[in-house]
């Protein structure tokens, strides 16, 4: 029996890229997709994905452009990577569907929240572009709202790294990992998890994070299943 009925996967752009330094892997994407298929088709989870945009456009690091303007560029980055893993989900024969905080009636439907739970109860993947869909917000807080909105049991943040470490591991060798860890802990230790935006939204509305590397095949699986996998904030 699944531990999960409903999830948010937070999906970094980056994640996207796959080898390539920037842009879409498209073969990472189907991979990525594929799991997230089997996931669904085995264990009957409804699956929401927030994705961000770091692949295309990092705005805070444009320091020249005015924020607003350059937010809106990474949205627009987020909304590339919704539509290449709507493509990827129907290249394998399963039913997504992206939704924008920002009106792109050509391309996909503007956010209603009551549509997008209806299309997870069809268990159909919604896929959420454009963050928040306002500037000064991370696709992370945007994962937290959505999260919040469509009363998700969890947020999966999906990284490079199998969880929360004391340090960053690739700079410090003495870094140990930590499975277990409250909200507040995680703001008064700033560590990395996710901006102090989402990290509290998620602890006023009790919605536990967990941390897992993405790239072991089976994790997401696992998660699912409820066996012991990265690091749970809550």
């Known amino acids: 029996m699944s531990k999960y009925n409903r999830i948010l996967l937070k999906l970094s752009g980056e994640a996207l890229a796959g080898s390539k330094e920037m842009g879409i892997d498209f073969e990472r994407v189907l991979e990525i997709c594929s799991e997230i298929k089997n996931v669904i088709e085995t264990t009957g989870v409804e699956v929401a994905i927030v994705v961000g945009g770091g692949n295309f456009w ?8 005015d924020r607003c303007t ?39 439907e503007f956010y209603i929240k009551n549509r997008a739970d209806r299309h997870l109860q069809k ?90 590397n993405m790239n072991v095949k089976g994790n997401l699986k696992k998660i699912i299943d409820g066996e012991k996998v990265g690091t749970l904030v809550h």
């Open 58 to 65: 990092r705005g805070r690091s444009n320091k020249n452009m």
């Open 123 to 212: 268990g159909r993947v919604v896929i959420f572009g454009c963050g928040t869909g306002s500037p000064f917000f991370s696709t992370d807080t945007a994962a937290a709202l959505r999260a919040a909105e469509i009363n998700a049991d969890i947020v999966l943040k999906a990284t490079n790294v199998d969880g929360i470490y004391t340090a960053d591991p690739k700079k410090d060798l003495s870094a140990s990992k930590i499975d277990d860890i409250t909200y507040i802990d995680v703001l008064n230790k700033k560590l990395n998890v996710m901006d102090s935006t989402a990290t509290s939204l998620c602890m006023d509305n009790k919605i536990p994070i967990l941390v897992y």
């Open 70 to 108: 350059s937010d809106y560029i990474g949205m627009l980055g987020t909304t590339m990577n919704a539509l290449a893993l709507q493509d990827a989900f129907k290249q394998l024969e399963f039913e997504s569907r992206v939704q924008t905080g920002i009106e792109m009636r050509q391309i996909a």
